[in-house]
């Protein structure tokens, strides 16, 4: 389905899908926490933060696996603790399981 599209619809239905699924698991599982995206006026993003117990993980997602994606340099320095994950449809179970 999303072979037909373009590449940022693609990635625009790949985000919208991933986290609807990973809010379902959340409220499923019964894994309350808080959650946002992070974007600065230079339009440098992180596609969704979740917070629990004063942990911070972050979530880049990609259409393609093969994608390239540099981790902004202001989150890091204002969050050096947080950890990062780049979700495809390659890894996509271990992000929803």
């Keep these: 389905m999303l072979e037909s599209r373009t590449h ?28 946002w995206f992070w974007r600065t006026q230079q339009q440098k993003e992180i596609d969704y933060i979740e917070e629990e117990d004063g942990r911070i993980s972050t979530f880049e997602f990609k259409w393609n ?3 390239k994606y540099k981790y902004p340099k202001q989150f890091v320095e204002a969050y050096p603790e947080s950890s990062f994950t780049v979700v495809t449809p390659a890894n996509m179970e271990m992000f929803l399981l």
Excluded: M
Aim: aromatic fraction near 16%; glycine fraction near 6%; hydrophobic fraction near 30%.
């Design 8 to 35: 940022e619809e693609a990635g625009t239905l790949w985000e919208n899908f991933i986290i609807s699924e990973r809010l379902k698991r959340n409220a499923y599982s019964g894994s309350y926490c808080n959650y």
């Design 65 to 67: 696996p093969l994608a």
